[in-house]
């Protein structure tokens, strides 16, 4: 059997990405996909995004949050890959 390899999307979102519903949105698409993970508001008006997941899921989750409706609030993405360290157990909403 095939181990499939997990990595961590790490991403940044600014625009008008705060007092939208980002959070809750991302929340409820993350549902629909095998990844764990947490997004937060920052002070500088950004939202922060952390997930695990194989790449290929990572990639259909980040899209399916643009698709859902928030792709007009998002200005820019500063995406980072990187190791996945396995301390989330689901996906949440952090402050």
Not at 16 to 21: D, E, M
Not at 38 to 50: Q, T
Not at 53 to 68: C, H, M, Q
Request: glycine share 10%; charged share 30%; proline share 2%.
């Amino acid at each position: 059997m095939e181990v499939v390899k997990r990595c961590r999307m790490h991403i940044f979102y600014s625009g008008r990405v705060q007092g939208v519903g980002f959070r809750y949105t991302a929340k409820n698409v993350a549902m629909g996909f095998e990844v764990t993970g947490a997004v937060r508001n920052l002070s500088d008006g950004r939202v922060e995004l952390i997930a695990e997941a194989p790449k290929d899921e990572l990639e259909a989750f980040r899209l399916a949050i643009r698709e859902s409706g928030l792709a007009s609030f998002i200005a820019n993405e500063q995406i980072d890959w990187e190791d996945p360290k396995g301390e989330f157990r689901g996906f949440e909403i952090t402050s």
